[in-house]
């Protein structure tokens, strides 16, 4: 119709990843026809000024030829930080103008295609577009858990989708289905397809094909293991590769980890007689997974691990989840869901390759994800509890018991908790005061002890 508004979507990428996951949505036909589609990259690094953006990734050219044009957020709110900044209320029609001037966008009805909702970029940019519709995606395990945050119904009652990889076949998100979100699948063989084309793309230096291949997180950086622990951690995963009897090991760090855990790794490696080789830690795992066809993929609880079974049929173990299912703080910290698919659906690389107990079918995956969600935001998903109170009645096994903190049960009056006549303890006065005693005397005999 002449003189009406053409549509333009705005598609926000802050990592490489999240960008094969749209490409792949579009090449699916996921979306309808638009007048323009734009990229707008965030680069989200605590200091983005010294880690290049995903737009200067190796085989971001081929993502590129999916888009009309690539727009940065950094450079649209410089000198802000995208991801510690959203608009005042009050300065979102002025933001809104500033956009629409600065991208060339006039009067186009607009679109957006986020990532993390719940967090800022996606959600200042959310707000200054507060007529249009919103499609989210997902490439990793945290769209099985529940929203982290509450949403402003404002926002999430505009999400029309959830689009999001089939990582684990038959598991049903939980992803901001208080909205009543509509989950739909990217398909793998699309997602695969684009990937290759990025593997293709990525040099990578020389190492050797069919090796055990471990994954770095850099997890004491989000403070939930000391860089000692992690340290250990990554030892931990060589010694259970090469009791595997793997010989060949290949090591990819998380980008910004330090260098001197490689060297650690190659200490050990050298005391255990294991050919290691430690890979520059900017590519892609699924670029690793195409071109080397690793004989085992090991690590702790990457979304990788995942992908390696789901998409590329590759055996991959796991370890160290039992020190982060206990570690995690507080217990609605969002790694706990990836962190408990990871433990229920892979082998612990300590065991043999065919032992350990089977891992749980979709319904009884399904059911422990509605009690572990309820459990983590019982305000946000009180739908859940009844699914809770079924599974921890029925389910609760020494196995798994590790998905749930007794205080956190109790707190809830789950199954599982303290029992009813113990449960009083914790909120009896007297109780309360007599603890506080002990532990006064306790200090002041440590004190004296220590003259």
């Given at each position: 119709m002449p003189g009406h508004p053409r549509t333009a979507q705005i598609f926000l990428a802050s990592t490489l990843y999240g960008a094969a996951t749209l490409a792949a949505a579009l090449d699916a036909g996921l979306f309808p026809t638009a007048g323009r589609r734009l990229l707008l990259v965030a680069n989200n690094a605590a200091v983005p000024e010294t880690?290049?953006?995903?737009?200067?990734?190796?085989?971001?050219?081929?993502?590129?030829?999916?888009?009309?044009?690539?727009?940065?957020?950094?450079?649209?709110?410089?000198?802000?930080?995208?991801?510690?900044?959203?608009?005042?209320?009050?300065?979102?029609?002025?933001w809104e103008r500033h956009l629409r001037l600065l991208w060339d966008l006039g009067t186009d009805d607009v679109s957006l295609v986020l990532e993390s909702l719940q967090v800022d970029p996606a959600l200042a940019i959310a707000r200054i577009f507060p007529d249009a519709p919103l499609d989210v995606y997902?490439?990793?395990?945290?769209?099985?858990?529940?929203?982290?945050?509450?949403l402003d119904p404002l926002v999430g009652t505009r999400v029309r989708r959830l689009l999001h990889l089939?990582?684990?076949?038959?598991?049903?998100?939980?992803?901001?289905?208080?909205?009543?979100?509509?989950?739909?699948?990217?398909?793998?063989?699309?997602?695969?397809?684009?990937?290759?084309?990025?593997?293709?793309?990525?040099?990578?230096?020389?190492?050797?094909?069919?090796?055990?291949?471990?994954?770095?997180?850099?997890?004491?950086?989000?403070?939930?293991?000391?860089?000692?622990?992690?340290?250990?951690?990554?030892?931990?995963?060589?010694?259970?590769?090469?009791?595997?009897?793997?010989?060949?090991?290949?090591?990819?760090?998380?980008?910004?980890?330090?260098?001197?855990?490689?060297?650690?790794?190659?200490?050990?490696?050298?005391?255990?007689?294991?050919?290691?080789?430690?890979?520059?830690?900017?590519?892609?795992?699924?670029?690793?997974?195409?071109?080397?066809?690793?004989?085992?993929?090991?690590?702790?609880?990457?979304?990788?691990?995942?992908?390696?079974?789901?998409?590329?049929?590759?055996?991959a173990a796991r370890t160290g989840t039992d020190l982060l299912l206990d570690r995690l703080s507080p217990y609605e910290n969002s790694n706990r869901v990836p962190v408990t698919i990871v433990d229920a659906l892979l082998p612990a690389l300590e065991e043999a390759a065919d032992g350990g107990a089977a891992p749980p079918d979709a319904s009884e995956l399904n059911a422990l994800l509605s009690a572990v969600g309820y459990a983590m935001q019982p305000r946000l998903r009180p739908d859940l509890r009844p699914a809770a109170e079924r599974y921890l009645a029925h389910q609760l096994t020494a196995r798994t018991r590790r998905y749930f903190k007794r205080r956190r049960l109790t707190a809830l009056a789950l199954p599982g908790g303290l029992p009813a006549r113990l449960a009083?303890?914790?909120?009896?006065?007297?109780?309360r005061r007599l603890a506080r005693r002990a532990r006064a005397v306790r200090r002041r005999l440590h004190g004296k002890g220590r003259k």
């Open positions: 880690s290049p953006g995903l737009d200067r990734a190796p085989g971001f050219d081929r993502l590129r030829t999916r888009f009309d044009d690539v727009l940065s957020w950094n450079d649209a709110i410089s000198p802000l930080h995208p991801g510690g900044w959203s608009p005042r209320p009050d300065d979102v029609p002025l997902a490439d990793g395990l945290m769209s099985y858990g529940p929203t982290r945050d509450k089939d990582l684990v076949p038959g598991l049903r998100p939980l992803l901001l289905r208080e909205f009543g979100v509509r989950p739909e699948i990217v398909p793998g063989d699309v997602v695969t397809k684009v990937l290759a084309e990025l593997a293709d793309a990525t040099p990578l230096p020389p190492a050797p094909e069919g090796a055990a291949l471990l994954l770095g997180q850099y997890l004491s950086a989000l403070g939930i293991l000391t860089p000692e622990e992690e340290e250990r951690l990554h030892v931990r995963m060589l010694r259970g590769a090469a009791g595997r009897g793997h010989r060949d090991v290949v090591f990819k760090p998380h980008p910004t980890a330090p260098a001197r855990w490689s060297r650690l790794l190659e200490d050990e490696a050298g005391r255990l007689g294991v050919h290691l080789t430690v890979l520059d830690g900017t590519a892609l795992a699924e670029a690793l997974f195409q071109r080397l066809r690793p004989a085992l993929v090991a690590g702790c609880f990457s979304t990788a691990l995942v992908t390696a079974r789901a998409f590329y049929g590759l055996p009083f303890l914790p909120r009896n006065s007297a109780v």
